[in-house]
């Protein structure tokens, strides 16, 4: 397992090299030049060359990729053209707040979609299993941005029972320590900015987990039925056992590969799906600083976001991939022969 590991790391790094490499060439194929854009239209031509040959944007791009590997590879990302502050410690400000709406959203999507799952495979060709399809499908069918506005809409605009945007009142006086507020909440003991905490993080969460509360849903659905039809599942019922007991105790259990494997995959892409959802919701998280870097052609804080989405993902998937053994102890990991 430890080889599997270490072989699995070793590919983070060509991973990194093509995420690094494919971003800093489309970003320097768009129109546009950032220097011009931090000066303003107003600039002159001597005041953009002197900020361009400062930034290095005047030479050849290879000489440009290969400065900012060197950089990359003692862990420095450079610093923001918009606030030149570094991108390291900006990624640690707004990071923490995409993984706990992204950790809140696929728990709500696991539980959903878990529970939706095994009630339609336990209960086939019947209205709860029909109800269960539809619901699967509009979810993933249904656009992200509208489902939020709507949810926006009621809950917010009409109901007034959830704040419009925002990670936290104003009036709550929070303690920052690890920046991710429902523990930092917790860990000073501040239950009054929990509650607002978690009221702000309801929209953009549900929102989110709309889309993958539906593929594991009709993932759970399908594994759980073929594992239903099992020989072991039939022993087990004539040994009397009763059917909650054959259906999470035998047959969930043999089922939970698939399962894994499209949360895993859901996971890093809610990531993704982040951008939208951040941006509706102006939840300050690494999504909402990808579009804005990008709208201000901010080179460094777009590359840095991208390669931090990108190492994300695949170690979700490394960890997707740990979490077989433990669902199927008969599932060994060897390296491929070099």
């Not at 011009?36 to 030479?59: F, N, S």
């Not at 029909?130 to 809950?155: E, N, Q």
């Not at 959802?277 to 080179?299: H, N």
Request: charged content about 15%.
């Amino acid at each position: 397992m430890a080889r599997y590991v270490a072989h699995r790391l070793l590919l983070l790094v060509p991973v990194l090299l093509g995420v690094a490499f494919v971003t800093f060439l489309t970003l320097h194929l768009t129109p546009g030049d950032p220097a011009q854009i931090m000066l303003g239209e107003r600039a002159t031509p001597e005041a953009v060359a002197a900020l361009r040959e400062r930034l290095g944007l005047d030479r050849p791009f290879a000489t440009q990729f290969l400065r900012y590997l060197g950089r990359l590879a003692t862990g420095d990302l450079g610093r923001s053209i918009q606030t030149n502050n570094e991108v390291l410690g900006e990624l640690g400000l707004k990071f923490p707040a995409t993984i706990e709406l992204a950790l809140f959203a696929m728990g709500v999507a696991i539980v959903l979609g878990v529970a939706a799952g095994a009630l339609s495979a336990s209960r086939p060709a019947t209205l709860w299993d029909y109800l269960g399809t539809i619901g699967s499908t509009v979810g993933i069918a249904m656009p992200v941005f509208w489902l939020g506005l709507l949810l926006m809409l009621l809950f917010s605009a009409l109901l007034g029972w959830l704040p419009f945007s925002g990670r936290l009142s104003p009036a709550s006086d929070l303690q920052r320590v690890t920046h991710f507020y429902l523990l930092d909440s917790l860990l000073t003991g501040n239950l009054r900015a929990f509650g607002d905490s978690l009221r702000h993080l309801l929209l953009p969460g549900l929102t989110l987990a709309t889309v993958p509360t539906a593929f594991i849903a009709r993932m759970t659905r399908a594994a759980l039925l073929e594992a239903l039809g099992g020989e072991y599942i039939r022993t087990a019922r004539a040994k009397g056992l009763s059917e909650p007991v054959v259906l999470l105790r035998h047959a969930l259990r043999n089922a939970l590969v698939p399962v894994l494997t499209i949360t895993g995959l859901q996971f890093g892409t809610l990531l993704g799906g982040a951008v939208l959802t951040e941006s509706i919701f102006a939840w300050p998280g690494l999504g909402r600083l990808t579009v804005d870097a990008i709208f201000a052609r901010d080179y460094p804080l777009v590359q840095g976001c991208l390669l931090l989405f990108a190492l994300t993902f695949v170690l979700l998937n490394l960890l997707t991939d740990l979490l077989y053994v433990r669902a199927d102890p008969r599932i060994r990991y060897r390296p491929e022969p070099a």
